[in-house]
């Protein structure tokens, strides 16, 4: 998908502060489970997908926002196809445009709220969603046909840069999300984004905690304070628990056998794997593959 080669490797958050793109994604397109240290928001113009946050699994349709704080494992498969905009952003976006945001802070949605939303499509959100995609197509269609000059992409790029702050802004003074101070400081979520990273890269071969340790430079017994803080697990659970949702997307984007999903995540005992998968989602790998493979 060009959402992965765009993201990930053309116009990384960390390095520009803000990304801001519209995407069309075609019916079954799956994006891998990963997480970062950055800010996102996602707003479904129009189709259906699941999008999978953390330890769950919503389906989601047209006139959606998601919000996805950092390290929040995520990622989606559409039921059908989908438009979209995927705005990101890193601290420094926020630090920037306030002094009063320091690394203390962190944006989430209020409670145990999950960050998803159906905005009422007369009010100001929906408003700065739709100047934020049409200022996006504009640019989209102008670069491919090589129109855009130094002036024009420089004002297209202060244009969303304000958009996307007013619509942070607006979500603030709607109560669906809200300023709070973080349980570890931002240079603490960088050094663990590192290390998500990795365990997603390693997933058949899960890192133990005396090497997580030593990665994001942490004594043990701080460490095990620290993950638990920023991920509500254990650590030793939190890989499994990643070990399975990998598997969740082999099921429903492959037709591997169910032992072969197994051994694509290192583990050789279905009984095992079955026991493990039917502990976190309630169900056994082959009725989840019946439950939610799209037809």
């Known amino acids: 998908m060009q959402y992965q080669n765009t993201f990930q490797q053309l116009e990384q958050p960390s390095q520009t502060f803000l990304s ?3 995407y069309y994604g075609k019916t079954n397109d799956v994006f891998p489970r990963h997480c970062h240290s950055y800010y996102e928001i996602s707003y479904i113009m129009e189709g259906r997908r699941f999008e999978t946050l953390n330890n769950d699994r919503y389906e989601v349709n047209d006139n959606t926002l998601i919000f996805i704080p950092p390290l929040t494992i995520h990622n989606l498969q559409n039921i059908s196809p989908v438009n979209d905009i995927v705005i990101q952003f890193s601290h420094k976006y926020l630090r920037n445009s306030s002094v009063l945001f320091d690394s203390r802070y962190v944006i989430k949605p209020p409670g145990k709220h999950i960050g998803i939303y159906k905005p009422d499509p007369s009010d100001d959100i929906c408003r700065i969603l739709k100047s934020i995609f049409d200022l996006c197509e504009v640019r989209k269609i102008s ?5 855009l000059s130094l002036i024009d992409n420089v004002r ?3 244009s969303l840069n ?3 702050l007013q619509l942070i802004s607006c979500m603030l003074k709607e109560g669906l999300l809200r300023i709070e101070e973080s349980s570890a400081s931002y240079s603490d979520i960088e050094n663990f984004d590192l290390l998500f990273r990795e365990i997603l890269a390693n997933i058949s071969n899960p890192i133990n905690m005396q090497a997580a340790c030593q990665i994001v430079g942490l004594s043990y017994s701080h460490f095990s304070r620290t993950f638990e803080k920023i991920t509500g697990y254990h650590y030793t659970y939190f890989c499994n628990l990643l070990r399975i949702r990998y598997a969740e997307e082999l099921l429903l984007s ?6 072969e999903v197994a051994e694509a995540i290192g583990i050789n005992t279905i009984s095992y794997f079955t026991r493990l998968f039917k502990q976190i989602n309630g169900i056994t790998p082959s009725q989840y593959r019946r439950k939610y493979q799209a037809k």
């Open 20 to 22: 801001c793109h519209t």
């Open 156 to 158: 297209i790029d202060f």
């Open 162 to 164: 304000s958009l996307c």
């Open 143 to 147: 670069t491919e046909k090589n129109q």
């Open 254 to 259: 492959t037709s591997l056998s169910i032992s």
